[in-house]
């Protein structure tokens, strides 16, 4: 019977607080799966039974008989090809990934035949960013006849926990160039440059935010058919925002390729906590209402960016789960409303947004 449900990556940072609210609601049938069998097993031991241990590499496909019996399998880890996807497909098996690599994620959506011919619904986009962005990037557009830009930013507490893969993410993409979509066509930017002002509310104030290679800026072009779409990102340390963005203006990140110094930031940056435990989230888009020019603005600030990234996954789980959803491959924004930004957010995270018209 196929009623397990299988957290590869299960016992890291934010795999950690999936394996916990789905094992509160479907104890013994979470599977907290990794490389490390004794890291997870020491994991599980803290959740009464709830969660079980799993020793599970997820390079190449993944074993029949494991897929037999898991209804869903959420990938908390970063891959390279997308053999194990392609497994559980053949198997049946939902799938649901809270990685963001772009490449990867493209990969897998060239599979939606494939999940489709097999009874499988797969889900991209999951969490903070992407995935609550996604849906407020959906809700702007929605508040206006017709949408030419969206501008996406994200401020990140230094005060915050970040997990270590998400920590070397951030570092790896520091000196990284990559494609967005400007007026319809693929351009070529750098990461933490062309720095905007951004306002983030009462709350935060004026930010300058940076270019970062968030996937959702080259997703929503695809998905919500809007022409120019971009994603930037600052710190709630103005300090050190600015620190990282005279570093990429000196070309001081290219010494990220020797690797003490990588790991040196890596650690640095697991350190820091200079901060909040906040983040926060502003969308503007750019358009048109009733025959006359909009914009639209998003708002979204709470607190541990690792916890709300856990609820939307959970949120992505229980509809798979629970729900006759469409079988292929799918970006969050389209199977799901931005009603849903309620029901994910509520009690962690305030979320607002207003239309403005006149001259943009």
Known sequence: MK???VVVGGYGHVGKMICKEL???HPGKVYAAGRNFERAEQFCQSTSGKVKPLQLNAQGAADPN???RAKLVMMCLDQTD???VSSCF????HYIDVSANRSFLEQVEHRRKEAAANGATAILSVGLAPGLTNLMALQAQRLMDETKSIDISIMLGMGDQHGQAAIEWTVDNLNTSFEVIEDGCTITVAGFTDGKQIDFGA????????????SDQQTLPRTLGV???STRLCFDSAAVTALLAGARAANMFRLLKTGWIRRAV???FGMMRIGEEAFAVKVDARGSKSGEEAWAECFLHGKNEAQMTAKVAVFAANAVLTSQLPHGVYHIEQLFGPESLQAVTQGMAAFEMRLNSGTV
Do not use: K, M, Q
């Open 82 to 84: 997308t053999a194990f």
């Open 66 to 68: 494991l897929l037999a």
């Open 203 to 214: 709350e935060w104030g004026r930010r300058t935010a940076y270019r970062f290679n968030f």
């Open 227 to 229: 022409p120019t779409v």
């Open 3 to 5: 009623d397990n449900i």
């Open 90 to 93: 053949h198997s049946g098996t």
């Open 23 to 25: 094992g509160d609601l």
């Open 266 to 268: 890596v650690r640095c």
